[in-house]
């Protein structure tokens, strides 16, 4: 097998970031297991062949030296005994069973349900989750976007995107590109703006980012002072009279509730407190009223700070204000395959979620607000370490690690000590899997069928299923089968019950669609079951590496059914079952990207706008009082911690956590604190030194880097470290563990999201 697949080039996509570029790969190495070439693949409609540094490492991923290849068990005394399969299915459903007996399913959380490049098992998991009777769910979203996906649903009712390649006017918050991507050909597309002399890049960052280094104005700002910069600007749009009044007008409501408030804004006050002269805040908001088109991208740097969705709001007035919605080069509603969350559904889903009728949800034992169904991630322990009786007793957790992720991991162990029981599915024993009394070692991402949902792209969209490169590491399974086997166990389904939907489906899946139609009329409740029935029944008519997509044959009718015009733009016209048919299999059939939705035009984004009347609203009352704060509050300063700790910076060497083998980096080997000149001067220090930094929350020693990009105050640590990797070759992880110094309190008060870039820090430097 291996030497008859060497020199053969295989399609796959990248998994490090949310684009999933797509690869062409050669395999072989030792037992034909290793991924040893890596190159762009030209066919894919998004990437065209681009390729980053990251995606050179997927072997460090797929051959890492901490994969688990069989169920493991807790004792007693906190060890851990390999089990079969069969034994830990049966245990693991009986002790859920007790769980939703005793307390009711609604104690059980399930905490994940896919990366970057891992949602079909997050797909598969909904039946699981369903016979749990699981009412509550958490994952990475909700310490990063859901205050973006709430201020989303409030002006628009879809989710934007920045059409970045043909805008004249680029501006990145809180946002490093370069490094952390976000949009196609990132890199292609940030050298074409740079070298471009109408074009503008702004960015708005603390650091001097390597994306800032390109940008034609860079805002740095004082770290946690975006909401004043913004202010600033969206002001200085009104008072100068930038407003584009007449397509407000046209498409707004609410505008008339919003002025004052900005028209009263001290833009010198503002200006002051970010540091950041009010002349060139002023300049930003000319050119952007100027532009014939701007679009915008917010992100970590700004979602995980002080003010984050008040920041978030505020600069989508910038862009709404000055008219740059649906148009080339502007922000516009993409189209999801598989919708994220409620906001960004279009019309039919933004209604759901914002309807009067619609019940206030909030977590049930802090009252915190769940947006796009996700409690936030800083409350979980306070959800669990109380004596309150609606608290959660037990966790599920899917292909993720809140462990090390989630702030304050102290706090994090703890809560999950406290738990009556937890189960674990992932490819490694990771921080997390290391508090679980029971871990189900699941196969890589490229021992299966995978993908990804995060298909924002305007004009188009482009959705990419990655058939198995490899066979499943020996005692190992897809989560696809893991859900199979763990809701056939809790929901009793035989193989006799499945079998006429077996063969159904082995006389095509329009017959299988007739098959569960009359099941489901049979046995309502089977309804639930969905995923397991048509992963059982139709999985084995597909390629063996495709298996595990059974289930986008159904997401296929879902979004023919739903977004028709979009659908049919992309050539998936006609009557909707057989266009949903044609485009499961090009998804199955191609090995790259297929664009399943397309605009014809730029204002084809107004069809998806939710929110009464297709109107974008322009007020959002809950953060008034926010806005009008900024002209008379100071940012605030602790003397005991005088630095900001910006705690996960992406750096060229780091990715995410689920590459955990520290053999990947090249550059990055000690995680270095990274402090400014100026600092380094007042504390008497070089690179390399020693310095132990200390936080509210924890401390710990680590060497410092003297930066040209931080400014005075400024410190940052990578992200990517301090994970308990035991490879078998001995190598061992090194470096600081971010969250140990982060605390759950610290978080936005309307969206819960953590400030992992605003961390109040002091340094002292250690004897050489």
């Known amino acids: 097998m291996a030497k008859r697949d060497q020199g053969v080039w295989k399609k796959t996509a990248c998994i490090f970031c949310s684009l999933n570029c797509g690869l062409e790969v050669q395999t072989g190495g030792k037992d034909g297991r290793e991924i040893v070439k890596v190159r762009g693949d030209k066919e894919h409609p998004n990437s065209q062949g681009y390729l980053c540094e990251k995606a050179q490492r997927i072997n460090h991923y797929q051959n890492a030296g901490d994969r688990l290849q069989s169920p493991m068990r807790r004792r007693s005394d906190g060890t851990y005994e390999a089990v079969s399969w069969g034994v830990a299915i049966a245990e693991i459903a009986e002790r859920f069973g007790q769980i939703k007996a005793k307390y009711g399913g609604d104690k059980i959380l399930y905490y994940g349900g896919g990366g970057q490049g891992n949602h079909l098992g997050g797909t598969y998991g909904d039946a699981t989750l369903k016979a749990l009777g699981v009412k509550y769910r958490s994952n990475a979203l909700a310490q990063e976007k859901t205050g973006e996906f709430w201020v989303n649903g409030k002006m628009l009712g879809a989710g934007v995107h920045g059409d970045f390649e043909h805008a004249q006017v680029s501006i990145?918050?809180?946002?490093?590109?370069?490094?952390?991507?976000?949009?196609?050909?990132?890199?292609?597309?940030?050298?074409?703006?740079?070298?471009?002399?109408?074009?503008?890049?702004?960015?708005?960052?603390?650091?001097?980012?390597?994306?800032?280094?390109?940008?034609?104005?860079?805002?740095?700002?004082?770290?946690?002072?975006?909401?004043?910069?913004?202010?600033?600007?969206?002001?200085?749009?009104?008072?100068?009279?930038?407003?584009?009044?007449g397509w407000l007008d046209e498409h707004t409501d609410g505008y008339h509730l919003v002025e004052p408030l900005l028209a009263s804004t001290n833009i010198a006050a503002c200006a002051q407190r970010c540091g950041i002269e009010e002349e060139v805040l002023r300049g930003v908001a000319r050119t952007v009223a100027k532009a014939k088109s701007v679009s915008v991208f917010e992100d970590l740097g700004m979602q995980m700070n002080r003010g984050s969705t008040l920041g978030s709001y505020i600069q989508r007035l910038i862009w709404i204000l000055t008219g740059h919605f649906a148009r080339k080069g502007t922000n516009g509603a993409f189209v999801p395959f598989l919708s994220l969350s409620a906001a960004s559904k279009g019309k039919a889903g933004a209604k759901k979620a914002s309807g009067p009728r619609r019940r206030k949800k909030v977590s049930p034992v802090t009252g915190s607000k769940i947006i796009i169904g996700l409690i936030p991630c800083n409350v979980i322990p306070d959800e669990i370490l109380t004596d309150h009786p609606e608290r959660f007793r037990a966790m599920l957790i899917e292909s993720g690690n809140p462990v090390h992720s989630l702030a304050d991991s102290q706090r994090m162990r703890e809560a999950m000590a406290a738990l009556e029981f937890s189960v674990v599915i992932d490819v490694a024993m990771t921080e997390t899997a290391r508090q679980a009394h029971y871990v189900l070692p699941a196969s890589s991402q490229f021992e299966k069928a995978e993908c990804t949902y995060f298909n924002?792209?305007?004009?188009?969209?482009?959705?990419?299923?990655?058939?198995?490169?490899?066979?499943?590491?020996?005692?190992?399974?897809?989560?696809?089968?893991?859900?199979?086997?763990?809701?056939?166990?809790?929901k009793k389904i035989s193989k006799a019950e499945i079998a006429p939907l077996k063969m159904a489906a082995s006389k095509g899946s329009l017959a299988l669609g007739l098959a569960l139609g009359l099941l489901i009329a049979r046995k309502r409740d089977r309804i639930n079951d969905?995923?397991?029935?048509?992963?059982?029944?139709?999985?084995?008519?597909?390629?063996?590496?495709?298996?595990?997509?059974?289930?986008?044959?159904?997401?296929?009718?879902?979004?023919?059914?739903?977004?028709?015009?979009?659908?049919?733009?992309?050539?998936?016209?006609?009557?909707?079952?057989?266009?949903?048919?044609?485009?499961?299999?090009?998804?199955?059939?191609?090995?790259?990207?297929?664009?399943?939705?397309?605009?014809?035009?730029?204002?084809?984004?107004?069809?998806?706008?939710?929110?009464?009347?297709?109107?974008?609203?322009?007020?959002?009352?809950?953060?008034?009082?926010?806005?009008?704060?900024?002209?008379?509050?100071?940012?605030?300063?602790?003397?005991?911690?005088?630095?900001?700790?910006?705690?996960?910076?992406?750096?060229?060497?780091?990715?995410?956590?689920?590459?955990?083998?520290?053999?990947?980096?090249?550059?990055?080997?000690?995680?270095?604190?990274r402090i400014s000149l100026q600092d380094a001067e007042m504390l008497g220090v070089l690179s390399g030194d020693q310095v132990r930094l200390t936080t509210r929350r924890g401390s710990c020693e680590v060497p410092v880097e003297l930066s040209t990009t931080m400014q005075p105050g400024h410190i940052s640590l990578p992200n990517g470290f301090g994970l308990d990797y035991q490879g078998t070759d001995g190598t061992r992880s090194l470096g600081v563990a971010p969250n140990e110094l982060t605390r759950t309190e610290d978080r936005d008060p309307i969206a819960g999201t953590p400030w992992h870039k605003h961390v109040p820090a002091r340094l002292e430097r250690l004897s050489r």
Not at 182 to 200: S, W, Y
Not at 568 to 595: C, H, M, Q, S
Not at 658 to 666: G, H, N, T, V, Y
């Open 172 to 245: 990145f918050i809180g946002k490093n590109p370069w490094q952390s991507h976000g949009f196609a050909r990132t890199r292609v597309v940030l050298r074409e703006i740079q070298k471009d002399p109408n074009r503008t890049m702004i960015v708005i960052d603390p650091r001097r980012s390597e994306t800032a280094q390109r940008a034609d104005v860079h805002l740095q700002l004082r770290p946690g002072t975006d909401a004043w910069c913004l202010a600033a600007i969206a002001a200085a749009i009104v008072q100068e009279d930038l407003v584009a009044r």
């Open 456 to 490: 924002m792209e305007v004009p188009q969209n482009v959705f990419h299923l990655r058939h198995a490169l490899f066979k499943p590491l020996e005692g190992t399974l897809p989560e696809a089968e893991i859900h199979s086997r763990l809701t056939m166990a809790l």
């Open 530 to 673: 969905v995923p397991v029935l048509i992963y059982r029944a139709l999985g084995p008519t597909l390629p063996p590496s495709a298996k595990e997509a059974a289930i986008l044959w159904a997401v296929c009718h879902l979004y023919a059914w739903n977004e028709r015009e979009a659908a049919a733009n992309a050539g998936y016209d006609g009557w909707a079952p057989l266009a949903a048919e044609r485009l499961f299999k090009d998804i199955v059939g191609r090995r790259t990207g297929v664009v399943y939705a397309k605009q014809k035009d730029p204002s084809d984004s107004w069809s998806r706008v939710g929110t009464p009347g297709g109107r974008i609203q322009l007020a959002i009352p809950e953060l008034f009082a926010a806005l009008v704060r900024l002209s008379y509050e100071e940012p605030p300063r602790d003397r005991d911690f005088p630095f900001v700790l910006s705690a996960g910076e992406r750096r060229s060497d780091t990715t995410n956590t689920i590459l955990r083998d520290p053999r990947a980096r090249k550059k990055e080997t000690s995680a270095s604190l």
